[in-house]
């Protein structure tokens, strides 16, 4: 089956931002994205669980995002831009998809 | 004295109490025990929903007093003023950074609404009448602290003064809390008794046994919340997190007192004053004021001001407002 | 008419109604309120199976009538017939392709079982009696129609015709809700008078209250739901949106009629008629007719017929029921 | 024995059998019904924390038996005795190998709480007493079997031991279930009467709906671990699962006439000694004994036993022990 | 730590046809997949959240997979087989995994 | 936007266990880590899913874990003392991250 080159763009973010990033990324050209929710983690600002949370305030989620390579330094510029000052990964990693008028 | 000692301890045995302690004791323990992200979420709901429409209820059945307006400019003057005393206090108390002390700020001059449900509980427990409306005021003191801990930080010229942007002032006014509070509250005083009457098996009948299940989680967060917190809570900031309260009930007695509030009401705007935001003002934090840690805020919240407000403060205010704000309701 | 009227106002300062407006408004201004997935979901398992056990309780208390056999006939007719009068009126009113067609019209053979559970609400306000077996009713009217959208499209020779494998047929009759409704509906009446008195107080005290926070819900939802949808679903589209329910209320009414139920039991079987489906029909549509635009449907289903059935085609439809459909109970 | 069989009848039909047969029907039948995790797990904290506070509640009215110390005694000695008639009858029964023979008596030595808050449904709408720290023993019973397989496998010599780790003794006793049961029982305890009439709206009136729709979750998840062994659990192994109940009924019986408890002691005692877990051992064993299967233990525990001691054994052990264990409450 | 190589896919899917997709997945000789939750998107049909919905209607899930390299073929075209006239989108990344005899 | 070589290792392991390879990862010098929830799934186990459960005994989690590409054995190590004899997979990926000095 025909594969197209592809970047999927994993970005660990903290609940709050999650719509000012996802703004960013359309903005940004982005035709796609995909939000999973994230149960806990670890990092240098310690250990955190969503269990038994009500406030939005702590928790973050994952923002998938595959797209075409040549796309890929505008979506990091965008994405950077929100998740500068905050908590948060980022990820790149080379993939192929399917369909790659889709991206 | 006696008197608030006796009701101190007939609190501290509630089951509302006790849930809370064990919650706190099983994740200081470490026990594997949680109460699911949705099933929290849906207990917070019912408990906004629930007091909201009680409390618009309340309203439509007692009528709009002709204090309900000065109440809730009272209310927004308390949130917008009770930062700048927090904010100096942890200058004086603590080495904590401009940041860290406007974020704590912005938290103290908002409210925990369970902190206020459970003394609307103890009022009701012991059949003194609160007005109807202090649901309104509760919901009008959520967001102004977050403006003026923002004002404090601008003014302070601090680095990292986040993104103070059109969507972050959408977000804190239209935050979900105060949306379903502020929505239930004109539900319940549009349907007034009629509505109550259709739907009380619901929203009183089993609420205190919800607001168990409630406390039980927070105990169990603020437990583990408490167990990650490496030492970045100092002594001062502990004792901050006690004075704090006791020190905004005495402005919110002043503003009752000015406004001519029942005992009943003077006793939950003492508690609304003396309560710390650990819902709204967290997530507006992360966004506008990232650098400053949640660690230090949500610990003095939470895990220090929440139980002391639940064991003493309460039954400390209400005794205060019975015995200082006179006159039958 | 006055009465109409009346009772629709009634109606519209109803928590039910105002609790459903709370969400709507509360999602169009973009507040973060939102209910959990899970929590939506617990509502709608405990809604279904309250109305499932009181139906088949009731029908254990009041027995079997001559009419159960015919209603249930009279409903698997009107919703395999339904679909084939929207599908024409949306050719007429809309330039809507085949797929989008069939697929709406599938939605309004369907029913919505909220619609049914606030039209019962209604009737029991109001005192009116209606039969315990009308929830069988509904849930004969939720599959068929499906299969004459299928059976439309297939005739249409449009492409895209889907899956239409065993799977489906499966999934589409053992669905969750249709399961749930009659298996409850079943152990209503089986168990009868006693098992009700046994989970009464679980499924009849708090029913009305847990409604109010499932529209909120469904309010909340479909508001988010209007915000996305840009302009894909025309002026033609909403007016079939208001004027089908009508049309097909008609329909119920007549089968009522024919079939000699009570002026309530009519009230029910032209408010099923009425509905649309927002639950397992778009999930059958995702599989069956994936080239159909969901935002269409669910815009149409959720956010244009529900509310009106709810604000003011219930009330109606009760007011016709019991005026022109007499007799006593 | 026609008193069994008409109390195993009336059993059968109440809404609590029957909600789980709906749930095990669907399942095998493919429906998509599903509860949500989120509310299946909220439904067992509300179940757990209700049993806990009533029982705690029931000690502080009774005041404290002097048998109470000797029952918790003999269920400790129950938990930790019947693995090994577990793993003896299996070995005489099956060809299964020491891994999944211990792992399956570490679930029978412990205890299933939905069996025993079945059978207090029972004795309730029997109007037979029963003492409230059969709750403790319920919590008490929880872990000790766990250390008994353990030590078997160890003893065996069978690689794989798992890593017994101490990380492991604190999760077993300080797992989410036990540290609910015991810490509401205290609570209830505490509060007493006084504490029980605040809640009782939330804990009593709804508790046999919500053990309905919790039943009717378990029916789901039997149902589908049925559809998914695949022959892995042959015909020895399921008449275990009905041996074994009946077998740890009798050692309860004995225990419970040595220790002198009432007749509604007695049955409970027996429905602990019957039950098998399904929450906490089978976690215990996936980090203890990985290697043995949970396709084997989950579908004795979950698929045969619980229906079995649900339908079958309740009244049965009711009826003996109101039989045999005579004298007034 | 001795690792081999793999393919990871990842198939973000509508929820209705989940099962049809791990059933075709088994079929092509699949040993094994993992489906995460996902609480919201954004792609060509507009904008979509899990929160407050209750139909399984709408929204998605993801399908991970990992497989031998030289079964990608197959894989990939059972997949295609049911995301064909959907919604979804299938990425494909080179992996290495322990133990690969599970694979 | 400058980005930084690193390897994304994502460990799908049964509930129960989550702990203790979170404390063995942290043991390990791995200075941050990402939960994820995980739905269901199918292995030579069987098939499974979390809906309606009530016991952790079941069901899985995701971890998942970006570190520098030098750290990877260690890390391996790690992981597979606890996965060893549990159910669970473990994949690696070639990746890129922004901000190194976090990982
Ligand atoms: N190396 C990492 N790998 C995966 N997730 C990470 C990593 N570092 C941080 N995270 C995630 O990002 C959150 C915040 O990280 P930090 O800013 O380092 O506290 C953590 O709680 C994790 O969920
Ligand atoms: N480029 C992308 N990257 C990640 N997820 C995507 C992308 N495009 C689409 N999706 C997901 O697939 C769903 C349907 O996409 P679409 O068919 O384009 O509407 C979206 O709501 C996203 O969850
Ligand atoms: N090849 C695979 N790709 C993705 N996930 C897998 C794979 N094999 C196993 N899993 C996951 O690991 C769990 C246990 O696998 P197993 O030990 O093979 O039964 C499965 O239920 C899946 O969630
Ligand atoms: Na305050
Ligand atoms: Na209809
Ligand atoms: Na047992």
């Not at chain 1, 955190?48 to 330094?73: F, H, N, T, Y």
């Not at chain 2, 207990?43 to 809730?72: C, E, N, P, Q, R």
């Not at chain 2, 704590?104 to 003194?128: P, R, W």
């Not at chain 2, 502990?238 to 009752?256: T, Y």
Request: aromatic share 6%.
């Amino acid at each position: 089956m025909k594969t197209h080159q592809a970047k999927r763009v994993e970005i660990i973010i903290e609940e709050p931002l999650a719509g000012r990033l996802t703004d960013a990324l359309i903005e940004a050209g982005v035709t796609g994205y995909t939000i999973l929710p994230v149960k806990g983690g670890s990092g240098r600002s310690g250990r955190w669980s969503r269990a038994g949370q009500v406030s939005r305030g702590s928790g973050m989620v994952a923002v998938v995002c595959l797209i075409k390579p040549e796309r890929l330094d505008t979506l990091l510029d965008a994405a950077f831009s929100v998740v500068e000052k905050h908590i948060g990964v980022v990820s790149i990693t080379d993939a192929h998809v399917l369909r790659a008028e889709r991206f | 004295m006696a008197d608030i000692l006796s009701l101190a301890t007939t609190n501290l045995i509630s089951p509302i109490i006790l849930s809370f302690v064990l919650g706190l004791v099983a994740a200081l323990a470490r026990s594997d025990l949680t109460i699911p992200e949705a099933v929290a979420k849906g207990m917070s709901i019912y408990l906004l929903f629930a007091i909201g429409f009680k409390g618009g209820a309340g309203v439509a059945t007692h009528g709009v007093d002709a204090t309900l307006i000065a109440t809730l400019v009272a209310a927004l003057i308390l949130s917008f003023a009770l930062p700048f005393i927090a904010f100096a206090l942890l200058g004086a108390m603590t080495r904590l950074g401009t940041l860290d002390r406007a974020a704590v700020a912005a938290h103290y001059g908002s409210i925990s609404i369970v902190t206020f449900v459970a003394a609307t509980s103890v009022l009701e427990s012991q059949g003194i009448f609160s007005e109807g409306y202090m649901v309104a005021a509760a919901a009008v003191m959520e967001a102004p602290a977050i403006l003026s801990a923002l004002w404090i930080v601008a003014r302070s010229g601090a680095k990292g003064t986040g993104t103070m942007d059109a969507g972050l002032y959408r977000e804190i006014l239209l935050n979900g809390s105060i949306v379903l509070l502020v929505g239930s509250f004109i539900i319940g005083m549009v349907t007034g008794e009629e509505g109550l009457a259709t739907i009380a098996p619901f929203i009183i009948a089993p609420f205190q046994g919800v607001l168990c299940l409630f406390l039980l989680d927070m105990g169990l967060v603020a437990g583990r919340g408490l167990r990650e917190t490496r030492g970045e809570v100092g002594p001062g900031a502990v004792v901050f997190g006690i004075l704090m309260p006791l020190i905004g009930s005495i402005f919110g007695l002043a503003a009752a007192f000015l406004v001519g509030l029942s005992p009943g009401g003077a006793a939950l705007l003492m508690t609304l004053s003396a309560s710390a935001s650990y819902i709204a003002v967290p997530a507006a934090m992360r966004v506008a004021l990232p650098e400053a840690k949640p660690s230090i805020y949500l610990t003095l919240s939470l895990g220090v001001t929440f139980p002391f407000n639940l064991a003493i403060g309460i039954p400390l205010y209400t005794a205060l407002a019975t015995a200082l704000v006179g006159g039958a309701p």
